[in-house]
């Protein structure tokens, strides 16, 4: 009988420690992030939005917005896949800039990262060398290996936007989680 007390005792101190030891760390910490799988696209809703050109810039910004519409928490671990294609023709891929820590995403969590591309000026998508031009581009979660995702380019009043691209290299900054 006092070993089942003692016992039970031993169960109930190990639940305590484990409650305040989660409390503590908290569901978005790295630590926690180990015990969650890697986020996949089909998991995710992507969003693009082309901020308004600022006077006489030659580069353009955007964001990529990423939520958890999964029924899990998952983990985002590192650069997503972001490409803008001109049917078979040229492309505009983007690469990572900085260093992308892994983010503990809950269930509506968000992420964003931040997009930089050389905007081509009205008028000279012939002359230039490589111009890419479309209105959708397509996006894959950091640890998926096939295919992607087809997402609209919108500007920040939701309208759909076309994205002149003049150059090879979309510059993406590390993903971070969003602010609610």
């Not at 006077?55 to 983990?75: I, M, Q, W, Y």
Request: hydrophobic share 40%.
């Amino acid at each position: 009988m006092r070993r089942r007390s003692l016992l039970s005792a031993a169960a109930a101190a190990l639940t305590l420690t484990v409650t305040a030891g989660l409390a503590l760390t908290g569901c978005g910490s790295p630590r926690m992030a180990a015990l969650h799988a890697n986020c996949t696209t089909k998991g995710l809703g992507w969003k693009v939005t082309v901020l308004k050109k600022q006077p006489r810039a030659k580069h353009r910004e955007a964001r990529l917005s990423v939520v958890n519409k999964g029924t899990d928490p998952c983990v985002f671990r590192g650069f997503p896949g972001f490409a803008v294609h001109l049917g078979k023709g040229p492309q505009s891929d983007a690469r990572g800039h900085g260093r992308a820590l892994p983010i503990d995403l809950r269930r509506g969590g968000k992420v964003t990262a931040g997009l930089r591309y050389r905007d081509c000026p009205k008028g000279s998508l012939l002359n230039e060398p490589v111009a890419v031009t479309n209105d959708t581009a397509v996006v894959s979660a950091p640890s998926d290996k096939a295919g992607g995702r087809a997402v609209v380019a919108r500007d920040e009043k939701g309208k759909r936007l076309r994205m002149n691209i003049c150059a090879d290299t979309i510059w993406m900054s590390a993903p971070r989680e969003a602010a609610e």
